[in-house]
């Protein structure tokens, strides 16, 4: 499969065009939760990503100063099942310490890959989603939105991550 001149593979490989290192643009909205809400905050990170487990997972760190100041730091970790030929990815931030969140399950299918599992968003049931796009060999993007009628309708994109490749 190709999209914007990348190759993004299926399978055990899918991930590969992450690792190594970025410059990340984030947008995420103030409030996910409220359907009014139009306010976004802006801010820019770093992110490190590297095979573990012989390939068949990969970790990444996302750090960042917020705007008001404070640190921010996240972590995915990410395992193939080749069984299922799916990918679980699994976050964790500061945001929550000592938290790892559900996680969510999926694959690359025509250049996007989608992962979706159920989690618990402001005491609600609800599905959370991963959309990863746009991938070339120098950028990439990511979206995060949520749903709460079990998948029927999704809210628009809460987080959105800009991946640029940094030279060094």
């Known amino acids: 499969m190709t999209t914007d001149n990348a190759t993004v593979t299926t399978g055990q490989t899918a991930f590969d065009f992450l690792f190594g290192r970025w410059t990340v643009h984030h947008r995420k909205l103030v409030d996910a939760l409220d359907p009014a809400c139009t306010d976004w ?18 970790v990444d760190t996302v750090t ?16 193939y099942e080749p069984e299922t ?10 945001t929550r310490p000592g938290k790892l969140d559900p996680p969510v399950e999926g694959r ?7 992962f979706v599992g159920p989690d618990t968003i402001g005491g ?17 993007r990511w979206e995060q ?11 628009p994109p809460n987080w959105i991550m800009t991946f640029e490749r940094r030279p060094d």
């Not at 690359?108 to 989608?114: A, K, L, M, R």
């Not at 049931?125 to 990439?140: D, E, G, N």
């Open 41 to 58: 905050i802006e801010f820019h990170g770093d992110c490190e990503a590297r095979p573990v487990l012989g390939g068949i997972g990969n």
């Open 64 to 79: 960042a100063n917020l705007p008001d100041g404070r640190e921010f730091e996240g972590m995915s970790l990410r395992l």
């Open 85 to 94: 030929a799916l990918w679980r990815i699994w976050w964790s931030s500061t």
């Open 108 to 114: 690359f299918q025509d250049g996007t890959g989608v």
């Open 124 to 140: 609600r049931p609800a599905l959370v989603r991963y959309r990863w796009s746009r991938i070339t060999p120098v950028s990439a």
């Open 145 to 155: 939105d949520f749903s709460f009628d079990g998948g029927t309708t999704w809210d």
